[in-house]
């Protein structure tokens, strides 16, 4: 109307009045006829609307209507996904920061190997978890309208309808697009935006899938070692059998689904390599599963994780005990630097260390008992210019490198400043949209 088309004030406010009045019974009727779900609203909604009847969907095409309407929901998807996994970044950062100093055993190949603290592991899950809020951002803000393009993207009917003012087409493309909030339309279409938006927005959230297995996974790990466990309720049963079982079962979900939402990438992938053209109809039912399962699925998720960060448990005794199994071990270097320096030969020093530790792995491994290596060096009169010292060559805190000072970098330089934008006024916490 705006642009000079023959639409009037009392067509446009029929069609307001009537925007949620919706007869859902007779558009089911009207598709089971029609077998076309578009036409079927607009027959219904011109019974409604019988003074606006005649230019409803005037020049559009279906697409107009489900593409749009998708790229609407999809932004909104991540408008809602994003303020959830701020929130488990910020609740696994709080995390961070409380046990950023507490030595533990680190882990490669699952095997020990030198020690980090609890707080600099959880780092690693946070790291990859921002990634993610980086990657839902960019993919939220590089999506653009399908705008008003017509049934092959050509703008044809549009064109015709303006009577050839090709000013008026592109004002009514930019003014459709600005109404729906975003910034930019597709240049280019077929009938519908390009199939290939659909495998950004899905790799995503399947990536986001694949940092929560990961996360998961080494805690269901950590449960198993009795270092860390998720929440787990007063009355909680983990085994209908086994009465004193603690199954990580939040976890367990949390992997169980995300396998899920990373095989959903695989959908459009195929979608859009067989996309015929302008466009094949084969799309749209796959489509309408698989899109929304993702975002589904990758809420559920986030949720999940959120109840897992807000309640980790940590058992300090049991990390401590582990470590003082393996840390005589990964002492051995630091006690021949000592020795050299009491005046010692390192060769002769090394011999009498490959000794005594395989002594000790005998004890562990063959007779189940405790890491005894330090009780032998105690034992061993060469090692006497170094006794008094064995307590500080030992300390875990001098074992864990700059774990503490890069917990503390990391959160302040790179974490909160990506979570600024999803506080709330009320105190600075991180809070859901609801």
């Known amino acids: 109307q705006s642009l000079g088309l023959p639409i009037t004030d009392e067509q446009i406010q029929e069609m307001e009045a009537n925007l949620d009045n919706i007869d859902f019974v007779m558009a089911a009727e009207e598709e089971k006829k029609l077998r076309h779900d578009v036409m079927a609203h607009v027959h219904t909604f011109a019974h409604c609307c019988p003074k606006a009847a005649a230019i409803i969907h005037l020049g559009a095409t279906s697409c107009y209507v489900g593409d749009n309407t998708d790229l609407i929901v999809l932004r909104d998807g991540f408008n809602l996904l994003l303020p959830k996994l701020a929130r488990v970044i910020s609740r696994l950062a709080d995390f961070a920061e409380k046990y950023a100093d507490m030595p533990t055993l680190g882990f490669t190949h699952y095997q020990p190997a030198q020690l980090t603290t609890v707080g600099k592991r959880c780092c690693l899950w946070i790291q990859d978890l921002c990634m993610d809020l980086q990657n839902l951002e960019r993919a939220r803000d590089d999506l653009r309208f399908r705008g008003v393009k017509g049934t092959t993207g050509t703008q044809a009917s549009f064109l015709q309808l303006f009577e050839g003012d090709h000013s008026k087409v592109e004002e009514l493309d930019r003014l459709v697009t600005a109404k729906a909030g975003f910034k930019r339309s597709y240049m280019v279409t077929g009938q519908t935006y390009s199939r290939k938006v659909d495998i950004e927005v899905l790799s995503v959230l399947a990536s986001l899938g694949a940092s929560i297995h990961k996360i998961c996974t080494d805690i269901r790990l950590l449960a198993n070692l009795k270092e860390i466990e998720e929440p787990f309720e007063k009355e909680q049963i983990g085994s209908s059998a086994m009465p004193y079982k603690r199954n990580p079962m939040r976890s367990e979900r949390c992997c169980s689904l995300a396998r899920h939402l990373m095989t959903l990438v695989l959908d459009p992938l195929q979608t859009a390599s067989v996309q015929w053209f302008e466009r094949t109809l084969d799309d749209s039912a796959n489509r309408r599963v698989c899109l929304a399962e993702a975002f589904l699925t990758a809420d559920i998720i986030l949720s999940t994780l959120q109840n897992i960060s807000e309640g980790l448990v940590v058992y300090p005794k049991v990390i401590e005990r582990r470590i003082r199994q393996e840390l005589p071990f990964m002492a051995t270097e630091n006690i021949i630097m000592a020795m050299v320096k009491a005046g010692g030969n390192r060769q002769d020093c090394h011999e009498k260390i490959r000794v005594l530790s395989q002594k000790a792995a005998a004890v562990v491994k063959q007779e189940g008992g405790d890491n005894d290596f330090i009780d032998r060096v105690r034992a061993d009169s060469y090692f006497a210019p170094i006794h ?47």
């Open 388 to 434: 008094k010292q064995l307590e500080s060559l030992l300390d875990p805190s001098s074992f864990t490198g700059r774990a503490p000072q890069q917990v503390a970098k990391f959160l302040k330089q790179e974490v909160r400043p990506a979570l600024d934008p999803y506080r709330n006024k009320m105190g600075g916490k991180i809070e859901l949209a609801l």
